[in-house]
């Protein structure tokens, strides 16, 4: 049973074919040709293609006019803001009588210290220096702007090189003042002169002008003395200052006079 099997299958099987061997004749050689070399010729560079397109095409710049030199103006200089000084003086007509101000009386004290020169006409040391201490109150005898009024005194001398001690007391007459005006006075003085051998009594006269705004004084006086039985005459010049006011200024004191 099996055999008839197998030969069913060898018949049904296809036969193998085996194709004849062909033999394929070989390739003739070919030699190969070497190509041909062919140089590399340089790029031109950008530069060098850009300089001569550059320099053809470039046109001619226009030449430009420079323009003349103007002068410089010179420099603003700002002057500084002055400032102007008080003025009290009275804003109404010169017709107006002097009682008519809105100014009222004033009453203004003064310390002075003066010292100066003191020359003796007839008498022993007839040069020497002299220094005063003066203490007084100027009062206004009416309104306005300049006022004439009293001035009580009273005050110290001092005359060396032979120590000469001197009281003053007096009562004057000024007219001004307020410190924005000069003022003027006269003064006549009782002078003491203190000593067991220089005792004396006698009479000063002085001319004292005052400087506007300041403090500063000058004073040019005469004065007869009675010294053991005999006159003494004295020229007095002395360079006063006003310590009181001074004083009120440094204090910023509102005072109607200052």
């Given at each position: 049973?099996s055999g008839?099997w ?8 296809p036969a ?7 033999a394929?004749?070989?390739?003739p050689e070919v030699e190969?040709e070497?190509?041909?070399?062919v140089?590399?010729e340089?790029?031109?560079?950008l ?6 397109t550059?320099?053809s095409e470039?046109?001619?710049?226009p030449e430009v ?5 103007q002068?410089?103006?010179p420099p603003r ?12 003086r ?9 009682y008519?101000?809105?100014?009222p009386?004033l009453?203004r ?8 020169f ?10 020497a220096?002299?220094?005063d201490v ?9 309104p ?5 009024g009293?001035?009580?005194?009273l005050?110290?001398s001092?005359r ?5 001690h001197?009281?003053l007391a007096?009562?004057?007459?000024v007219h001004?003042?307020n410190?924005?005006s000069w003022?003027v006075?006269w003064l006549p003085?009782v ?14 006269n002085g001319?004292?002008l005052?400087?506007a705004e300041?403090g500063?004084s ?18 007095q010049l002395t ?11 440094l204090?910023?004191?509102?005072v109607a006079?200052?």
């Amino acid at each position: 049973m099996s055999g008839a099997w197998l030969g069913l299958a060898l018949a049904l099987a296809p036969a193998v074919v085996t194709a004849p061997a062909v033999a394929i004749p070989p390739l003739p050689e070919v030699e190969a040709e070497a190509a041909p070399e062919v140089e590399a010729e340089a790029a031109p560079t950008l530069a060098s293609e850009a300089a001569p397109t550059l320099a053809s095409e470039a046109a001619p710049e226009p030449e430009v006019e420079a323009a003349p030199a103007q002068p410089l103006e010179p420099p603003r200089v700002v002057e500084p803001r002055r400032i102007t000084a008080r003025d009290r003086r009275p804003t109404t007509p010169s017709r107006t009588p002097w009682y008519a101000s809105e100014r009222p009386p004033l009453v203004r004290p003064t310390f002075r210290v003066a010292p100066g020169f003191s020359g003796r006409v007839v008498g022993p040391h007839p040069a020497a220096f002299a220094f005063d201490v003066l203490a007084s109150v100027m009062i206004g005898l009416h309104p306005g702007y300049r006022q004439l009024g009293l001035a009580p005194e009273l005050g110290y001398s001092l005359r060396t090189p032979r120590l000469e001690h001197r009281l003053l007391a007096g009562v004057g007459v000024v007219h001004g003042i307020n410190a924005e005006s000069w003022t003027v006075g006269w003064l006549p003085r009782v002078v003491a002169q203190l000593g067991d051998q220089t005792r004396g009594l006698g009479v000063r006269n002085g001319l004292w002008l005052n400087f506007a705004e300041n403090g500063f004084s000058v004073e040019l006086s005469h004065q007869w003395l009675r010294v053991g039985g005999a006159d003494q005459h004295e020229l007095q010049l002395t360079l006063g200052i006003d310590l009181a006011m001074l004083a009120f200024v440094l204090s910023d004191a509102r005072v109607a006079w200052l």
